[in-house]
């Protein structure tokens, strides 16, 4: 079971567990903050908790938030880079050819030619988050076009400024984001979701909101998450 709980304007996900004892973690890149409870512990004794830690969650927050903002990503030795929610360092190893990029435990490794300079980098990366975001859209729009009995006639990934995602109801298109593949994967359900959706309604209204509660009750949760973030670097 999951929930949230909005306390001194942070908002908290709780999840209940079959354990003993409540615990507090809080999440890079955002500061998202999550508390597994016990499966007894009343909403009222989770809050007076996350009350009683609220000064410590928000400045690990602010220390999370800061660190996120720093300079632009310089594709070197180390840097942290995402793919689907998790952190990871970057690895920089020269090799003859295109380039390429292997996920190897907690690093990103990018293989380039000798010499790249940090645009033919940044290049192999993108093109691998735009392949990996193609292979984990795909079983989840084919879902939702079985829910919804719609069809999806093309998909597209790009770098996009100020949206998540867009849809073309009458061309049945989709385009999601690249850096979508940076977020945890029900973060690029959730936005697959609300642009087929769009196919079956136009606006954001009443209908659209019944639409998405129905087939995505925690989806309010998984579009805070979303924003929490600024969208490129
Ligand atoms: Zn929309």
């Not at 360092?89 to 190897?104: D, I, P, T, Y």
């Not at 084919?142 to 919804?148: G, K, N």
């Amino acid at each position: 079971m999951e929930t949230e709980l909005e306390i001194g304007g942070v908002s908290v996900d709780v999840v209940f567990k079959d354990i003993k004892n409540v615990h507090l973690s809080v999440y890079p890149p955002t500061g998202r903050i999550r508390i597994s409870a016990p499966s007894r512990m009343s909403l009222e004794n989770i809050r007076l908790f996350a009350i009683s830690k609220l000064g410590w969650i928000k400045k690990q927050q602010t220390k999370l938030r800061a660190q996120e903002r720093e300079t632009p990503r310089e594709y070197l030795e180390r840097e942290s880079h995402y793919l689907w929610g998790q952190r990871y360092l970057l690895r920089l190893s020269e090799q003859a050819g295109a380039g390429g990029v292997k996920v190897e435990h907690r690093r990103i490794v990018l293989h380039h030619p000798a010499g790249a300079s940090v645009d033919v980098r940044q290049a192999i990366l993108d093109d691998w988050y735009r392949r990996e975001l193609k292979v984990a859209a795909k079983p989840l729009i084919a879902r939702w076009e079985s829910l919804l009995n719609v069809q999806v006639s093309r998909c597209f990934v790009q770098r996009m400024k100020t949206k998540w995602g867009s849809s073309n109801p009458r061309l049945r298109t989709i385009r999601l984001n690249l850096e979508l593949a940076k977020k945890p994967p029900e973060c690029l359900d959730y936005v697959i979701l609300h642009e087929i959706a769009h196919f079956l309604v136009p606006d954001h209204g009443a209908v659209f909101v019944q639409l998405l509660d129905s087939n995505m009750p925690n989806w309010r949760l998984l579009r805070q998450r979303l924003n929490e973030a600024p969208l490129a670097l």
